[in-house]
């Protein structure tokens, strides 16, 4: 499709059928966070992907997900499809971008490019974003980000600057996102349930009796 004098899509085909979606680019933000987070079930994820349709999409989860995920996806790969020779260009923009850890970044390269304030528009269509982040100056600190981190070091011949290129990739980084866990910490002598932990936790010294044993255990948790 040509944005220029086509409107951009409020739809998608889901379980075979036309229904109508909201596109405001926070909500595909909102999605993607949702979709990575481990505390929501999936039973409660298949209720909730339910507030991203304005029509009734029917009951097939994963016919539902797909049709969203092909419409966060779509914008690129309908300017690959025209274009034909971007594909790995475009295959590293969902690489390069945190859209939780760069968002700064995001807000003020608006801003300095566009002079909008994403924090107090009340509607931006999903594709529209996009766009307006591959358009950005090259100068920006959010393009600057995304640059350095499509970098392949291994490309690079001169050792000085490789090791300078390096150094930026490091304090740059994507953080890696740690999967939330809960467990049961168990008495080792009867294996009882004594308390809920979660991988964040550290605990020493600290000792709790056994209810059904009666043994003294030393609560040691190193994560």
Not at 147 to 168: A, C, F, M, P, V
Request: one cysteine or more; aromatic letters at 10%.
């Amino acid at each position: 499709m040509n944005p220029l004098y086509e409107p951009l899509p409020d739809y998608v085909i889901a379980n075979g059928k036309k229904v109508r979606i909201v596109t405001d680019f926070r909500e595909y933000i909102k999605l993607m966070d949702l979709l990575k987070d481990e505390e929501v079930g999936e039973a409660e994820k298949k209720q909730l992907l339910a507030c991203w349709f304005l029509d009734d999409p029917g009951p097939d989860f994963e016919g539902c997900l797909q049709a969203l995920t092909d419409f966060v996806i779509n914008y690129k790969e309908t300017k690959v499809s025209e274009e034909e020779d971007n594909n790995e260009e475009d295959t590293k923009h969902n690489q390069v971008i945190s859209y939780n850890q760069d968002a700064p970044y995001i807000i003020s390269g608006f801003l300095e490019c566009y002079g909008i304030d994403l924090t107090e528009i009340p509607y931006m269509h999903w594709w529209k974003f996009q766009m307006l982040i591959d358009g950005m100056n090259e100068d920006c600190e959010l393009k600057k980000r995304m640059g350095y981190r499509s970098i392949d070091l291994n490309q690079i011949k001169d050792k000085e600057e490789r090791e300078r290129i390096r150094k930026i990739q490091k304090q740059i980084a994507k953080i890696k996102e740690i999967p939330f866990e809960r467990k049961w910490y168990s008495c080792p002598h009867c294996g009882a349930h004594l308390l809920i932990y979660d991988n964040t936790a550290q605990s020493n010294n600290v000792f709790l009796k056994c209810k059904k044993c009666g043994n003294e255990v030393e609560i040691k948790i190193k994560n």
